[in-house]
T-cell receptor, first 114, second 110 residues
Framework: DTGVSQDPRHKITKRGQNVTFRCDPISEHNRLYWYRQTLGQGPEFLTYFQNEAQLEKSRLLSDRFSAERPKGSFSTLEIQRTEQGDSAMYLC????????????FGDGTRLSIL | GENVEQHPSTLSVQEGDSAVIKCTYSDSASNYFPWYKQELGKGPQLIIDIRSNVGEKKDQRIAVTLNKTAKHFSLHITETQPEDSAVYFCAASIVGDMRFGAGTRLTVKP
């Protein structure tokens, strides 16, 4: 399977704990995006990388959120001191360089905060 | 920033009928408009897209139209089948910052 891969698929944690998600993009793609999706809503943009450079961050990305793409391949999204409101599906997408290139999504990591 | 509105939020059609979903966007600089299908427990799957220099695009039973002047675009599905049942999202993109509509839950009744 050469699609976008996300791990884990599900994460249940207690409020206040830190969590980290991983995304492996399609190998030839140099852009990688993170989105958050809550029930009944469309995905909301969080941040994106071009190669290893983080080029844009949404206002949704509070100081508790950090994303990295150290070698321009896989990426991690970490949430520190999780809160109830962080419960959501976290989606990763990748694309070729360019604003009009199709973004291909993984199946997401569903985060539940107890 | 860009704001995308999508209608209707739910749509139920009989198998074989057509389905139309409409979206409007606010930022005239948006230049790329994809449509995604999302099934339960899965990520969004790209089904068709259109760029701002094109007015219409078709792929088998799916077509998309774009009216840049009015800032709206539509998805048309003909000869609907039960497997078309899913949530459909439109999106508008400026320099890769993609904004999504709230989705349309399409149900195709056999």
């Amino acid at each position: 399977d050469t699609g976008v891969s996300q791990d884990p698929r599900h994460k249940i944690t207690k409020r206040g704990q830190n969590v980290t998600f991983r995304c492996d993009p399609i190998s030839e793609h140099n852009r990688l995006y993170w989105y958050r999706q809550t029930l009944g809503q469309g995905p909301e943009f969080l941040t994106y990388f071009q190669n290893e450079a983080q080029l844009e961050k949404s206002r949704l990305l509070s100081d508790r959120f950090s994303a990295e793409r150290p070698k321009g391949s896989f990426s991690t999204l970490e949430i520190q001191r999780t809160e109830q409101g962080d419960s959501a599906m976290y989606l990763c997408a990748s694309s070729w360089d360019g604003a009009d290139q199709p973004q291909h999504f993984g199946d997401g990591t569903r985060l539940s905060i107890l | 920033g860009e704001n995308v509105e999508q209608h209707p939020s739910t749509l139920s059609v009989q198998e074989g009928d057509s389905a139309v979903i409409k979206c409007t966007y606010s930022d005239s600089a948006s230049n790329y408009f994809p449509w995604y299908k999302q099934e339960l427990g899965k990520g969004p799957q790209l089904i068709i897209d259109i760029r701002s220099n094109v007015g219409e695009k078709k792929d088998q039973r799916i077509a998309v139209t774009l009216n840049k002047t009015a800032k709206h675009f539509s998805l048309h599905i003909t000869e609907t089948q039960p497997e078309d049942s899913a949530v459909y999202f439109c999106a508008a993109s400026i320099v890769g910052d993609m904004r999504f509509g709230a989705g349309t839950r399409l149900t195709v009744k056999p």
